[in-house]
């Protein structure tokens, strides 16, 4: 499967945004998916996860209550929508996919999007 992420861009503090990940292929639905995030110097970090269905969730504690990440399968479609932003969601957010169950880990996913800027100016 291949990934292209989009949807970032420069927004003040308190703004919102949604990142779209389109998948090619018509296997999209045997994929788990999930949003990571890198800032410079710092490690990547999970954002959330969502099942093949949509019916799992997972979240990153640093997002819980702000991010809301879905899916629509027959799109070949994955969202996260982010509201409230501060500017330590600063980073570049990559999307990612993989047979296993989702999960937070990044060594799960086999597939990764080349990655959508996010700058959250305060």
């Known amino acids: 499967v291949q990934l292209q992420a989009s949807g970032g861009g420069l927004v003040q503090a308190g703004s919102s945004l949604r990142l779209s990940c389109a998948a090619s292929?018509?296997?999209?639905?045997?994929?788990?998916m999930a949003w990571f995030r890198q800032a410079p110097g710092k490690d990547r970090e999970f954002v959330a996860g969502i099942s093949r269905t949509g019916n799992t969730i997972y979240y990153g504690n640093s997002v819980k209550g702000r991010l809301t990440i879905s899916r629509d399968n027959a799109k070949n479609m994955v969202y996260l929508q982010m509201n409230s932003l501060k500017s330590e969601d600063t980073a570049v957010y990559y999307c990612?996919?993989?047979?296993?169950?989702?999960?937070?880990?990044?060594?799960?996913?086999?597939?990764w999007g080349q990655g959508t800027q996010v700058t959250v100016s305060s």
């Open positions: 990612a996919a993989t047979e296993l169950p989702t999960g937070s880990s990044s060594t799960r996913y086999d597939y």
């Open positions: 292929g018509r296997t999209f639905g045997s994929y788990a």
